[in-house]
């Protein structure tokens, strides 16, 4: 199932964009999904990731209190408050295996545990 992230755009710093990800085509609910972004020069790095089913949220230490993770049965979404410059990038929805919880922030922290990309959307933030 392609993923498909949308909502980016270029916004102010200090400003707010809610990103999406349908993913109502995935098999299972057995799963994590996720964000991760890239920025110019940069590797791709965990923004925040979920367990699609059952309870448990990690949050990248960058984005803790501006980002907010949530999904529906047939969405993941990516609400990013008081955006930084630093936060540009093209970001990424991702599906990875499900995980114990304990698991949930070595997976979101190391894109080579999530198998399935969507293509990307790009965030700017500058004035």
């Known amino acids: 199932v392609q993923l498909q992230a949308s909502g980016g755009g270029l916004v102010q710093p200090g400003g707010s964009l809610r990103l999406s990800c349908v993913t109502s085509?995935?098999?299972?609910?057995?799963?994590?999904i996720g964000w991760f972004r890239q920025a110019p020069g940069k590797e791709r790095e965990g923004v925040a990731c979920i367990r699609r089913s059952e309870s448990g949220i990690f949050y990248a230490e960058s984005v803790k209190g501006r980002f907010t993770i949530s999904r529906d049965k047939d969405t993941l979404y990516l609400q990013m408050n008081s955006l930084k410059p630093d936060d540009t990038a093209v970001y990424y929805c991702?599906?990875?295996?499900?995980?114990?919880?304990?698991?949930?922030?070595?997976?979101?922290?190391?894109?080579?545990?999530?198998?399935?990309w969507g293509k990307g959307t790009q965030v700017t933030v500058s004035s």
């Open positions: 991702a599906q990875g295996p499900r995980v114990i919880l304990s698991e949930l922030s070595s997976q979101c922290s190391n894109d080579h545990r999530m198998y399935n």
């Open positions: 085509g995935l098999p299972s609910n057995r799963v994590t």
